[in-house]
């Protein structure tokens, strides 16, 4: 059996935001969480659950909305280095225009540097955003696997009985009974 150690967030129950569970024995737990103690056998009432419910919010990642492909490019591009590397190639493409329309004899080599330089930055840029945005797609997935790990149904002691709740549903101070095979519904501190 695991009891649900709350989420990280200041709230009227508990008084600091950063507790330790994983270093605070059972007893300690079930006082922090402001339990009855006899939690572990008789488990949180319907209404203790309710109220908890209503106070943490439910027992899910919260969902970041989906991002265009134009807004992650302006992401990884909208930073001082790469506008530092922006005003490189304008300036090299400037001196390579200048040098074009000089009415003397213009210089090839001058223009071909510059021009190569354009080009080379440019390249560099479109590299590091490729990348940054690959990295990131990677996070987005590892994220996505992290949310199906876990379980849509929760095996919880309520009111001295097993019951099986949704997941999203179960709240800090519940009784979690997890079964051989059993997916975690929650983080939760093992007792």
């Known amino acids: 059996m695991a009891n649900i150690?709350?989420?990280?967030?200041?709230?009227?129950?508990?008084?600091?935001?950063?507790?330790?569970?994983?270093?605070l024995s059972a007893e300690e737990c079930i006082a922090k969480l402001e339990t009855r103690e006899d939690l572990l056998t008789?488990?949180?009432?319907?209404?203790?659950?309710?109220?908890?419910?209503?106070?943490?919010?439910?027992?899910?990642?919260?969902?970041?909305?989906?991002?265009?492909?134009?807004?992650?490019?302006?992401?990884q591009v909208s930073n001082v280095l790469v506008c530092i590397l922006v005003i490189v190639a304008v300036v090299s493409a400037v001196r390579a225009i200048v040098e074009i329309t000089l009415p003397e004899s213009p210089n090839g080599q001058i223009i071909l540097t510059n021009l190569i330089q354009v080009g080379l930055i440019a390249l560099v840029i479109i590299i590091n955003t490729y990348i940054g945005i690959r990295q990131e797609g990677s996070a987005e997935k590892a994220a996505q696997a992290l949310k199906n790990m876990l379980s849509d149904d929760a095996h919880v002691l309520r009111d001295g009985e097993e019951k099986l709740i949704r997941a999203v549903d179960v709240v800090p101070g519940d009784v979690v009974i997890l079964s051989l095979g059993e997916r975690c519904p929650a983080d939760i501190r093992f007792c």
């Open 5 to 23: 150690v709350g989420k990280e967030i200041e709230c009227k129950r508990l008084k600091e935001a950063r507790i330790c569970w994983y270093a």
């Open 42 to 75: 008789y488990g949180l009432s319907n209404t203790d659950a309710e109220e908890r419910r209503i106070e943490y919010g439910p027992n899910k990642l919260t969902e970041q909305k989906i991002e265009t492909i134009w807004h992650k490019i302006w992401k």
